[in-house]
């Protein structure tokens, strides 16, 4: 089993929707919880991050974190043909030594105007 | 502010070379991570530089180094190139917080 699961779609939603994209994980350990957007042939750009359980909202796009189900999920809100692109979860550890992050292996979105 | 900077772009290589490639962080990061991503893998962190000391390593051979110049600079080194090695690869500046990584374009490789 890996340590960050992410249903790799693809998803097509007609524009205005409302969009749901979920990973899970295993390790209960993990503290820092980020969300990435890659567009084709780009780098995968921060969107958002979010320490321990809760809800943080910015703009269009809320991200959700429910440690006890050790599940995290990026809601986007009136979704635009822009937000078509590739989008990675990743993970982190309080750790003093290091930034290293696990990834789950993207969903890939498509809106349609 | 200048973003993350990978050169070069795009690479190809035959198997058996090595190869090099760069990355200029942002101003003032001094944390950086390396990271390979593959369509059947996803992303997979290789290893991070600290202050020119490698921090963190990821579960890659020893064909895959690196090292960090004083001026936070990252250089990454593959030797014996594999076909499997075709990637892209990409590279990710922090300040010190590690839920703030801001990659940069990445670096297209090819091995043929």
């Known amino acids: 089993q890996k340590e960050v699961e992410q249903d790799p779609g693809p998803l097509s939603v007609p524009e205005g929707a409302i969009v749901s994209l979920n990973c899970t994980y295993s390790n209960s350990a993990f503290q820092y919880f980020m969300w990435y957007r890659q567009y084709s042939r780009k780098g995968p750009e921060l969107l958002m991050y979010t320490y321990s359980s809760g809800n943080k909202e910015d703009g269009r796009f809320t991200a959700q974190v429910d440690k006890s189900s050790k599940y995290i999920s990026l809601f986007i809100r009136d979704s635009q043909p822009s937000d078509s692109a590739t989008y990675l979860c990743a993970m982190s550890f309080v750790n003093q030594a290091g930034t290293a992050l696990i990834f789950g292996k993207g969903t890939t979105l498509s809106v349609s105007s | 502010k200048a973003g993350v900077t990978q050169t070069p772009r795009y690479l190809i290589k035959t198997r058996g070379q090595q190869v090099t490639l760069s990355c200029s962080p942002i101003?003032?990061?001094?944390?950086v991570s390396w990271y390979q991503q593959t369509p059947g893998q996803g992303l997979q962190f290789l290893f991070e530089y600290f202050s020119e000391t490698q921090r963190n390593k990821g579960n890659f051979p020893g064909r895959f180094s690196g090292r960090q110049f004083s001026n936070s600079r990252s250089e990454m080194n593959v030797s014996t190139l594999e076909l499997g090695d075709s990637a892209l690869y990409l590279c990710?500046?922090?300040?010190?917080?590690?839920?703030?990584?801001?990659f940069g374009q990445g670096t297209r490789l090819t091995v043929v």
């Open positions: 990710a500046s922090s300040g010190g917080f590690v839920a703030e990584a801001f």
């Open positions: 101003s003032g990061h001094r944390s």
